[in-house]
């Protein structure tokens, strides 16, 4: 783990990091959610109490329970998982139709209050040591920019792995965001156009906050076929591919030729000039 870089995570009443996985049930019982489940809790059991993030993060599945469809392993991850209630939590709503860019903004608003939320979709695995990865963004983040100058940070692709600094009730704000322009893009583009601050009302809504790109993808795509979209993509990045355009918008994109050597974005080492480690987790 790497030493504290920034500052320590902070005691409040409310979870540190809060990963948050809207699910659905998928065709023929397709099972997508298991893996995703459990590669979370095989990096969360392993932190003892020498650990910074030890008893700090928590997961909140919820599902979006589709008439006269059941969500099998929904249900037999909430038995198996029973036992482990202070760190997973499973809930779920019923819905009649479809409706993606407000269910994302209803279930956003559903997430219990955290200092920071990881956004998830229900078929992705983290990589290996991917939460030291974040842990390792967010002091960076904090030190760099400012306890209070970022809103968000990409660290995958589509509405995948995007965290939220929600000490300030960001995520209410971007769903509601979301709720007012559903039918104007999908979710994944609005979450660009808001986190970027590309129109007016974004700009408002954030002021000086930043959008920062990580370097690194840390998910590994289970599913053929995008939860938000009805087509099968290109081939997805894998664990540990850089995000660069064009597998994100050059807005939220890692600049490689201007931080070669550096891992966050924008401001590089030589920018600011102060020394952040480039931590490459996947030689770890």
Not at 32 to 38: E, G, K, V, W
Not at 70 to 79: G, R
Not at 211 to 230: D, K, Q
Request: proline share 6%; with cysteine.
């Amino acid at each position: 783990m790497e030493k504290n870089t920034g500052e320590e995570i902070q005691q409040t009443n409310m979870p540190w990091l809060i990963v948050a996985i809207p699910t659905v049930p998928r065709p023929n019982g397709i099972d997508y959610l298991s893996p995703t489940i459990n590669a979370l809790y095989s990096q969360i059991s392993a932190f003892d109490e020498t650990d910074p993030m030890h008893k700090q993060i928590q997961v909140f599945v919820l599902s979006h329970d589709r008439v006269g469809i059941p969500h099998k392993s929904f249900n037999d991850l909430k038995d198996e998982y029973s036992n482990h209630t202070d760190t997973f939590i499973f809930s779920h709503v019923r819905t009649k139709v479809v409706a993606q860019t407000l269910d994302v903004a209803h279930f956003l608003k559903q997430v219990p209050k955290s200092q920071y939320v990881l956004f998830m979709e229900d078929d992705f695995e983290l990589c290996p040591n991917g939460f030291k990865a974040i842990y390792h963004i967010i002091q960076k983040s904090n030190r760099r920019f400012g306890m209070n100058g970022w809103n968000s940070v990409r660290t995958s692709f589509g509405l995948n792995g995007i965290l939220f600094k929600n000490s300030d009730d960001m995520l209410n704000i971007f769903a509601n965001y979301l709720e007012k322009h559903a039918d104007r893009r999908p979710p994944d583009h609005l979450y660009t156009e808001f986190a970027a601050k590309e129109t007016e009302e974004a700009k408002q809504l954030l002021g000086d906050k930043t959008v920062v790109g990580y370097r690194y993808n840390i998910f590994h795509h289970l599913g053929a076929v995008s939860t938000l979209r009805e087509s099968k993509h290109w081939d997805f990045p894998v664990c540990w591919d850089e995000l660069l355009v064009p597998t994100v918008f050059e807005v939220e994109a890692f600049n490689k030729e201007k931080c070669p050597k550096d891992d966050l974005w924008p401001k590089c080492n030589d920018e600011v000039n102060e020394q952040y480690p480039w931590v490459q987790w996947f030689n770890k």
